[in-house]
């Protein structure tokens, strides 16, 4: 069964860090590209970041561009985002998802996702 597992969000202050992780189960991510999303409250789910199986990445959002890192661990299977200098505007549950190759930033093409993790940013 193919399965994408978020996890490390939860609550931080405003600029603090948090590390997601998205790992996955019953399939190698070598040849996938994978996406972090994420939905705010009241607002449509929106891309966050990308890297595609050859390593390449993109960051989406201006917002997010330089506080926000994506890597991965093909022998970990994992693909990580490093959050930096955290808002109350990054509070959202943030989602991985998979699709061959190639970065997007249309959900619609991302085959397998994930159930989500929230993040939220307050003092």
């Known amino acids: 069964q193919l399965q994408l597992v978020e996890s490390g969000g939860g609550l931080v202050q405003p600029g603090g860090s948090l590390r997601l992780s998205c790992a996955a189960s019953g399939f190698t991510l070598d040849y996938f590209a994978i996406g972090w999303f994420r939905r705010a409250p009241g607002k449509e789910r929106e891309a966050v970041s990308c890297?595609?199986?050859?390593?390449?990445?993109?960051n989406y959002p201006d917002s997010v561009k330089g506080r926000f890192t994506i890597s991965r661990d093909n022998a970990k299977n994992t693909v990580y985002l490093q959050m930096n200098s955290l808002k109350p505007e990054d509070t959202a549950i943030y989602y991985c998802a998979a699709r061959k190759d190639y970065c997007s930033n249309q959900e619609y093409r991302y085959d397998y996702w994930g159930q989500g993790t929230q993040v939220t940013v307050s003092s």
């Open positions: 890297i595609s199986s050859m390593g390449g990445s993109a």
